[in-house]
């Protein structure tokens, strides 16, 4: 898939986020290697622990309907969903693209133009921790 499909899709996804405490409203698009697309947006919580960022609800609903081979993920962020500047991914996210990708997992991030950055996983997470 053209990763121009995977960004619209995240920035789609900007749009459902539930971010009434921090504002900053983010999206993703997780591509499988089979070409399904898992949509994800930060899901907020009074608690503030609770919270979960668009990545991992990506993550999660793919890997609980039984999906665990990806090829991609698209993200974007912006204070009240518009995009300044690319929103790279958090260090928990990281960590959790580690559990289930390699180290050609490729991660866009999108810039306010449109445009994307392209980073490995193993650019963003070096040295990584995994069992
Ligand atoms: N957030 C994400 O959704 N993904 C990230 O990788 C970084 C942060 C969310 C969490 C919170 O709802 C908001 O952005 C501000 O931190």
New binding site residues.
């Given amino acids: 898939m053209h990763p121009e499909k995977l960004i619209k899709i995240a920035i789609e996804s900007m749009s459902r ?1 539930y ?1 009434p ?2 504002q ?1 409203k ?1 999206g ?1 698009a997780l591509l499988c290697a089979d070409g399904t697309v898992f949509s994800g947006c ?1 899901i ?1 919580n009074g608690a503030f622990s609770p ?1 979960i ?3 991992r609800t990506a993550f999660a609903k793919a890997v609980s309907e039984g999906y665990r081979d990806f090829t991609a993920i698209a ?1 974007c ?1 912006g204070k009240d969903g518009v995009i300044s500047g690319i ?4 260090g928990v ?1 990281r960590q959790v693209m580690r559990e289930f990708c390699k180290d050609d997992f490729l991660i866009y991030m999108i810039d306010k133009e449109g445009h994307y950055e392209t980073r490995t996983l193993k650019e963003i997470l070096p040295d990584s921790f995994s069992l």
């Avoid at 929103?87 to 958090?90: A, D, K, L, N, R």
């Fill in positions: 986020a971010a405490y921090s900053y983010v993703a930060n907020e919270s960022c668009a990545e993200v962020g929103f790279p991914p958090c996210c």
